[in-house]
DNA sequence: CGTTCAGTTGACTAAGGTCAATTCCCGTGG
DNA sequence: CCACGGGAATTGACCTTAGTCAACTGAACG
């Protein structure tokens, strides 16, 4: 039932029976409804999520306004990160885009995995590593390029998906950018 | 010698004797002269280094134009992760900004150092997670904050050592504006 | 059908960039 | 000690990009 979790923890560590184990035990499914938070802005996050289907979004507020910085699919880990590292509450908030069905487990089982495990530790490291490598590529997104350039390398991305399963508008808050200046970029790259 | 490195690393986690003794043999000491670069764009990154005295910057290129995304100073680790782990040529240089002494190790030694240890390990994962915590910020920085916000967060930061320590222009480049821009806004902002 | 919400389009605004002239600061050589 | 040269910072005039506001279209759904 939770195969699916252990294999995708595998492509970044591979995990003994004895080291699965640790883990099973607390693993619980959760269904989150469309509009649903897994995670609350001014909360401490101490959960794990792993998408098993549907999607979410992962956003900051500012002025009231909400900036969507990642987008969730099937066989992705979801959390606030930062809370669950730090034990402070989050800055930002995750919503279920669809009914989102997810494996869920606390930080603080993971936490002690790390520390009886060496492999989980490994594991840990990886994930860490690929979420840095994830924002390192955001950032300078944001950095080096300007709107319509973003647009483009969506495009062109292994992130086509988000093209595919997310409305324009989120689309264009994903991008930094307005709906509208979002609309017009398309318009302007159709005429080429 | 190494002292001031093992102290830094063991304010991510505790590394005994043995542990130390794994990495100190392959420790060495380098001194890049200003404007010397530490690492080169189009270059795989195989190197750590933690910087025991002196400044240095680190930024991508586009168009000709040089885009700083982080300063570096005393106590810190220096390296282009993103290329170190994936082994892959970097897109991003780092130059020193003055005269900068710096202990080096080869990030294979690492790599098998996080194998052979689980502490070295849990030191591997506390590190990038430190790494994704900063990052974050920097994104979240640029992406919800325009040019006047995120230099007063600076003032505000405990970051101020790069405002008495950096350039300006340099400073402009890091906020993401230009020389001009800055200027613009510290005169608005020292008139009120 | 009418309501609602996403997306488009037009007119105007604002933030920041570009270009160029000027000033300031500082090191070097006469 | 002073004069000069060069880079950093400032300032003014103008331009570009994206944001704002508002009207309109169109599809989805009760």
Redesign the interface.
């Known amino acids: 039932m939770f195969q699916q979790l252990k294999q995708y923890i595998e492509r970044f560590s591979p995990i003994s029976q004895a080291d699965w184990e640790m883990l099973e035990p607390h693993l619980s499914q959760r269904v989150i409804p469309k509009n649903g938070l897994f995670s609350k802005e001014g909360k401490v996050c101490r959960e794990i999520g792993f998408v098993t289907d549907g999607s979410m979004r992962h956003y900051?507020t500012?002025d009231g306004e909400e900036?969507t910085?990642y987008f969730y699919f099937e066989n992705s880990f979801v959390t606030d990160?930062?809370s669950c590292?730090?034990g402070k509450p989050g800055?930002l908030s995750i919503e279920a885009l669809t009914d989102t069905r997810l494996i869920v487990f606390p930080y603080a089982v993971l936490k002690q995995c790390?520390e009886q495990s060496?492999s989980w530790?490994?594991f840990?490291?990886s994930i860490?590593?690929y979420?840095?490598?994830g924002?390192?590529e955001?950032?300078?997104g944001?950095?080096?390029?300007d709107a319509e350039e973003r647009y483009r390398q969506l495009l062109n991305s292994n992130k086509r998906k988000i093209l595919e399963r997310i409305p324009q508008h989120l689309i264009a808050n994903y991008l930094?950018i307005t709906p509208v200046s979002l609309s017009r970029i398309r318009n302007r790259a159709a005429k080429k």
Do not use: N, P, S, W
Not at 142 to 145: A, I, Q, V
């Open positions: 900051y500012k900036k910085t990160y930062i590292i730090t800055a790390y060496h530790e490994k840990g490291r860490a590593e979420l840095a490598a924002l390192e955001r950032m300078t944001l950095l080096l390029y930094g």
